[in-house]
């Protein structure tokens, strides 16, 4: 029997065993009493939860009941609603007071006994008792938390996966399409990091993720023409230069370059035709520096390594660069091609990207 039609049942049954427990107390008690009814529902580790939720009988114009004492087989979970000295929601609210309980397989039923007081001076029960749902509940495996976040930059395509789940760990297989794939099984807190370079920009790259086998996206280089308003020379000796030109038939350029480690920043604005350039000295430890290119009506923005001279080739995984917020799945720009900065020391890179735009797939 299916996880659905087991729930359907167990509610079924846990409304009707609710409600008749009330009712042959309300018998009984003249009229005063608690309304109970139990919501039934299994759990992945194949044990099953009841959530109780309690209501005063429909009484008019004599108060609220108070709750007195509070009977269950086992215990609530924590945060509940339903103890000694709470006041009971008359069931014309819409509100009412919950609590829940977690059972094992081995177990068949749960009880509850409510007794309240109200302002008149009388005082009533209310009872109930669920079943497992029916058919019982089965384990679940447990299911990998996989997670991929995605950007593009002038030079190539950046791929960062991670699970997020110890009890199960998902494959992930890239496939590039100019030959590349490998397929990797990341533990928990370490981030699987790795950049695919464009050889020839003409024909492009995409890149593409399947996890555990199955696809989940192909993700294709993008390009923008505010690349071309700035180049940077990387050299180990010297640190990173940026050069920004303006094209003649441009518009006015507003250029913001920010080192993480040093804190240290600046803000250019140059018209059409000017020129300038920015400096960031080699320094004894490796640096990122986070850039924005925007007109009135164009943006790009993105992040570029510097290594010193003794580190030869940065480790792809995990990632260099400074932690990102992780976003689910999404498609980010930015610069950080640390292995072709290294690899072309002193040759002069165009930079561009466009905002970094964060999307769930």
């Known amino acids: 029997m299916n996880r659905t039609l087991k729930r359907v049942l167990g509610l079924a049954g846990s409304a009707v065993l609710g409600l008749a427990g ?13 309304e109970i009814e139990g919501i039934t529902e299994c759990t992945q580790d194949g044990g099953w939860t009841v959530v109780w939720q309690v209501t005063d009988w429909a009484s008019q114009g004599i108060g609220a009941g108070v709750i007195d004492t509070v009977t269950v087989d086992g215990e609530f979970n924590e945060g509940t609603e339903i103890v000694a000295g709470a006041e009971l929601p008359h069931p014309d609210s819409g509100n009412y007071l919950e609590g829940s309980q977690n059972f094992g397989a081995d177990v068949a039923t749960a009880s509850i006994t409510i007794d309240a007081s109200w302002p008149n001076g009388n005082t009533g029960t209310g009872s109930a008792l669920v079943s497992a749902p029916e058919g019982g509940c089965e384990a679940e495996e447990p299911r990998p938390e996989a997670y991929v976040d995605v950007w593009t930059d002038c030079f190539g395509i950046n791929v960062y996966a991670w699970n997020e789940s110890e009890e199960a760990l998902a494959e992930f297989t890239i496939e590039t399409s100019d030959g590349f794939s490998e397929t990797v099984t990341p533990a928990v807190e370490e981030d699987y990091y790795n950049y695919f370079t464009v050889e020839d920009p003409e024909a492009g790259l995409s890149v593409t993720i399947l996890v555990d086998g199955e696809l989940y996206d192909t993700f294709e280089w993008i390009d923008n023409p505010l690349c071309h308003y700035a180049t940077v020379e990387s050299t180990c000796e010297d640190g990173l230069t940026f050069t920004l030109t303006v094209p003649a038939e441009g518009e006015e350029t507003t250029f913001y370059f920010y080192n993480y480690t040093t804190e240290e920043e600046f803000e250019i604005v140059l018209g059409p035709g000017e020129t300038d350039t920015v400096n960031f000295p080699a320094a004894a430890e ?4 986070y850039y924005e290119i925007y007109t009135d009506k164009d943006y790009i923005s993105g992040e570029t390594p510097w290594y010193p001279c003794d580190v030869e080739t940065p480790s792809p995984s995990p990632s260099p660069k400074p932690e990102l917020p992780k976003t689910g799945s999404s498609l980010t720009i930015m610069i950080s091609s640390a292995a072709a900065l290294i690899a072309a020391a002193g040759v002069i890179f165009f930079l561009m990207r466009r905002r970094r735009a964060a999307q769930d797939w």
């Open 286 to 289: 490796e640096f990122w520096v």
């Open 22 to 34: 009330a009712v042959t107390f309300a018998s009984a008690a003249q009229a005063h009493h608690v």
